[in-house]
């Protein structure tokens, strides 16, 4: 038994322990009541789930384990993925054991490229990427050892396999599927040596071979690692996952939700309406300008992409952390400057609208930028990377829900006449 599967289960016994006294002690303690509001509302703000690998609390942001994102934005993301699912950042030595681990599970199957080539040559980079997972789960190592008849205590153990299976091939899947959706030659093989960032850069092409792009690499894939467990595609995954459907299964259909321009499309529709604003006035635009263009878009009902969010109050530290990064290697790029005068204007716009509960910008707004400065500017690719981190949270709370031996996900819902009838019931 390597580490992570020793420690794991010696803190599971305790997780579990603890969750049995939690249950004993507090079973019946309410966490939250529903209004009718939150019913019809996308169940706001209702406290009805546990994730324990990070919170958002809304005047913080991310905090994974109990560690603000602002202390790890230097670490790696196998310290993170490590961190994520055992509570604990990894020693030395059970880092470079958790990482060669990873490092010995690289390689994608071939059958896997050959569905991809053979999709239409416009289809989405979420679609692919979510056919190539999807198509892996004939490797799930959860389904054969169901099928074989495994215990439930022990559900967490092939969970965990195929997790770790998941986070060493995504890389190359999102990096081959780069290559080939945007014609950019053969794919490249990975480095059985390289750690997750710099096998991804060094398979997405040689131009983007450089340190400041590794590190931008390294940071991207710890930002979006995970949101805790209310967030769509994290609600989806556990959701599909509770049926004792694979992680294959659970993440793809997850990421169905991240593609989404509410969700992680958010990254990709936020390039794309900063290039129509400097498209539109030729350049780096004047304060007046954004605050028409920021106007139109909102009068014409759309939404500002990159800003507000359905729990944050405050401006994300996942943005300040990319703002920060632009600021230190190319503060004078023409499309970042715009990223940058756009947080002065759009928050005073969004409040004067008062529905928007939060007018600060979000994860999204500034990533895109950034990519674009070191010329990967094809922004329909832009959520994928966001995927290839979020697997790390997503296959994380899966593992930790199966060995907490979470039940099937099954709410209950209302009819609209049932409330009527809270009405007339007064
Ligand atoms: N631009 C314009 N209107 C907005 C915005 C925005 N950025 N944010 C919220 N609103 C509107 C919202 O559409 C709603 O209007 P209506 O009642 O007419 O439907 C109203 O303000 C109230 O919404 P909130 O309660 O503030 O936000 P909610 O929790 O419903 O939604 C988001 C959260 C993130 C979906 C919303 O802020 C939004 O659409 N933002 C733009 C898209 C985006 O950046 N998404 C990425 C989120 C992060 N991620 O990576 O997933
Ligand atoms: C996320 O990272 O998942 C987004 O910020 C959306 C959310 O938390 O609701």
């Not at 290839?388 to 060995?403: E, F, H, K």
């Amino acid at each position: 038994m390597s580490d992570i599967r020793n420690k794991l289960s010696k803190k599971i016994d305790e997780w579990r322990k603890e969750e049995k006294l939690i249950m004993e002690k507090a079973g019946n303690k309410e966490l939250s009541s529903v209004t009718v509001s939150q019913a019809f509302g996308g169940m706001r703000g209702v406290r009805a789930l546990i994730c324990d690998t990070s919170r958002v609390p809304q005047d913080e942001g991310l905090i994974i384990r109990g560690i603000h994102l602002k202390k790890l934005i230097d670490n790696t993301p196998e310290e993170i993925y490590f961190l994520l699912l055992t509570g604990e950042l990894p020693t030395k030595d059970e880092l470079s054991g958790f990482s060669s681990e990873i490092k010995s599970r690289k390689k994608v199957p071939d059958y896997v490229w050959d569905v991809l080539k053979h999709m239409p040559k416009d289809s989405h980079p979420m679609t692919m990427f979510n056919t190539a997972i999807l198509i892996l789960q004939k490797e799930s190592v959860f389904q054969k050892e169901y099928n074989a008849g495994i215990r439930k205590e022990d559900y967490w153990k092939p969970t965990l396999e195929d997790a770790i299976n998941i986070i060493a091939k995504l890389p190359a899947i999102a990096a081959g599927l780069y290559r080939m959706r945007f014609n950019k030659g053969e794919i490249i093989s990975a480095e059985p040596e390289s750690d997750l960032s710099g096998d991804y850069v060094h398979m997405l092409g040689k131009e983007f071979e450089t340190e400041d792009f590794y590190d931008l690499m390294k940071l991207y894939l710890v930002a979006h690692c995970d949101h805790e467990g209310g967030n769509v595609s994290a609600l989806a995954t556990q959701t599909i996952n509770s049926a004792l459907s694979d992680l294959y299964y659970s993440i793809s259909g997850g990421f169905n939700g991240l593609a989404g321009p509410l969700h992680g499309l958010a990254n990709q529709e936020s390039l794309k309406w900063i290039l129509e604003l400097m498209n539109k006035y030729g350049g780096t635009p004047s304060e007046d300008q954004l605050k028409n263009f920021v106007r139109e878009t909102l009068n014409s009902g759309k939404v500002i992409p990159g800003y507000g969010h359905a729990v944050l109050r405050v401006t994300d530290p996942r943005f300040e952390a990319f703002l920060n990064f632009g600021k230190k290697h190319f503060p004078e790029d023409p499309v970042f400057l715009t990223v940058s005068r756009l947080f002065e204007v759009v928050p005073v716009e969004l409040k004067k609208l008062d529905k928007v509960k939060n007018p600060w910008p979000n994860v999204d707004a500034a990533t895109g930028s950034l990519l674009y400065h070191y010329g990967l500017k094809e922004f329909s690719y832009y959520t994928v990377m966001f995927a290839v981190s979020r697997s790390l949270g997503l296959t994380a709370q899966a593992v930790l829900n199966r060995a907490l031996l979470k039940p099937l996900i099954r709410p209950k819902s209302v009819t609209t006449e049932d409330i009527k009838e809270l009405i007339n019931s007064k």
